[in-house]
């Protein structure tokens, strides 16, 4: 198993581009998340999914979108990119979101908005 | 949400074992304590979980206080790989559990 893979890896951009990134599992799970991490923070919720076509707003939503068209993908959307969006984004899925539940995670995209 | 509270930073030396500490006085009675830990350069890795008793896996032991007010985290013999930011968390079921991450501890081993 893969497990959680993003892509990409690295991504450098202007402001007001936009940009997709893509997360996907290949552990069956139902519940996916993002996360978006600042230097020296820790984690903070952007945007969360409890099934295929379901998404719901997290701590931080503002400036982003997200679908889940299918279970195994989550896709989080910048469509404006702003300097303050630069910042390390994490995916992490879990089986159920019931408690208690282990979330697993991606190993993350380092984004620069110049 | 109920919040915790860590020690920024600790350090310890190779083959001794730690003792991490977390702070949750406004834990509620069905709040999970979760640990979690991120390495360098890397995604956040479950470490353990509970609730009012004690509990061991491979990776390490979570001591909770009988009045479920404090925990700690024990790696019973670090190694180099152990040196992370480890982050206590408490559960919040809002449509999903989600995971209040804070600042966590940095912990440091020394050769």
């Known amino acids: 198993n893969a497990g959680v893979t993003q892509t990409p890896k690295f991504r450098v951009l202007k402001t007001g581009q936009s940009m997709t990134l893509l997360c996907a599992q290949d552990?069956?799970?139902?519940?996916m998340y993002w996360y978006r991490q600042d230097p020296g923070m820790g984690l903070r919720l952007i945007h969360y999914s409890v099934g295929e076509g379901t998404t719901a707003k997290g701590e931080v939503p503002d400036g982003y979108n997200v679908s889940r068209l299918k279970k195994q993908n989550f896709l989080l959307g910048l469509e404006s990119a702003a300097p303050s969006q630069t910042s390390v984004y994490f995916c992490a899925s879990s089986y159920s979101g019931g408690v208690p539940d282990t979330q697993y995670f991606g190993p993350g995209t380092r984004l620069t908005v110049l | 949400d109920a919040k915790t509270t860590q020690p920024n930073s600790m350090e310890s030396n190779e083959e001794e074992p730690v003792h991490l500490p977390c702070n949750h006085s406004?834990?509620?009675?069905?709040?999970?304590i979760h640990w979690y830990r991120q390495l360098p350069s890397q995604g956040p890795e479950y470490v353990i979980h509970g609730l009012t008793s004690n509990v061991n896996n491979r990776m390490a032991s979570l001591a909770i206080a009988e009045d479920r007010k404090s925990s700690t985290l024990i790696l019973h013999r670090a190694t180099l790989r152990d040196a992370a930011v480890y982050y206590c968390?408490?559960?919040?079921?809002?449509?999903?559990?989600?995971?209040?991450f804070g600042q966590g501890t940095r912990l440091t081993i020394n050769p």
């Open positions: 968390i408490l559960s919040v079921i809002q449509g999903a559990q989600k995971l209040v």
């Open positions: 406004t834990i509620s009675g069905t709040d999970y």
């Open positions: 552990m069956n799970h139902e519940y």
